[in-house]
């Protein structure tokens, strides 16, 4: 079975320093990675994915995620975190080796990133 | 703008009451979804369509009623529910058989259940 697991609840980090949010995946087959971000009152809007190929994957504002099929992981990064990124940050993931609506998006529980100015 | 429309934004209703939740997609895509946020909790998928047909129901009570009458439009009713049925009510679109692309989610309805 699918499963994601984003281990803190809540980061907090300062403006300008660089930030990580953490994610584990576990899937039968290979995996498509998703990571979201949804702000107040929004719903969650694509950051960025993994497919296949390089590891580093650079998406909206910043953000870059690193693929390790060894550990299971697709952690989120930025190099230095402005107060606008404060947000609600989910990852996804999906198993690839097979295509339909069916194969369902599981979501991780999110984590609350907060910048302090 | 994501694409994706949901209205209304914001609904209280009585347990007694029917009412119904809008999503609309402008994206092209032959796939929509119907999930519930609660607090503290995982993404709940409630329900799929593919191409108009709903192909997955998640063991969904019977008092939420999807509908989906053509690849743009997507309803979920509401009858008799229950306080714990407050949450935030996502509406997402994708296109069917591509797994590599991403899901894209409107706003919400904001449900309160008094």
């Known amino acids: ?117 | 703008e994501t694409g994706v429309t949901q209205t209304p934004r914001h609904l209280v209703m009585g347990m007694t009451n029917k009412k119904s939740l809008k999503c609309e997609q402008h994206l092209g895509h032959n796939a929509m979804y119907w999930y519930k946020q609660s607090a503290k909790k995982p993404l709940e998928l409630m329900f799929v369509y593919s191409l108009e047909e709903r192909v997955e129901n998640n063991s969904v009570p019977s008092r939420f009623s999807p509908e989906c009458p053509n690849s743009s439009h997507l309803f979920l009713h509401l009858h008799t529910l229950q306080p714990e049925d407050s949450a935030l009510y996502l509406c997402a679109s994708s296109q069917d058989g591509l797994s590599r692309q991403p899901q894209h989610f409107g706003d919400g309805t904001r449900l309160s259940i008094l």
Do not use: M
Not at chain 1, 91 to 117: E, H, M, S, W
């Open chain 1, 1 to 117: 079975a699918q499963s994601v697991a984003q281990p803190e609840d809540q980061v907090n980090v300062a403006e300008g320093n660089p930030l990580t949010v953490k994610c584990t995946y576990s899937v039968s087959g290979n995996p498509y990675l998703f990571w979201y971000v949804q702000y107040p009152n929004r719903g969650l809007q694509f950051l960025l994915k993994y497919i296949t190929g390089d590891n580093l994957v650079k998406g909206s504002y910043g953000f870059e995620a690193e693929f390790n099929k060894s550990q299971t992981s697709f952690h989120l990064k930025k190099p230095s975190a402005l107060v606008s990124d404060s947000a609600l940050y989910f990852c996804a993931v999906r198993d690839r080796d097979y295509g339909g609506a069916t194969n369902k998006l599981i979501f991780g529980t999110g984590t609350l990133l907060a910048v302090q100015p």
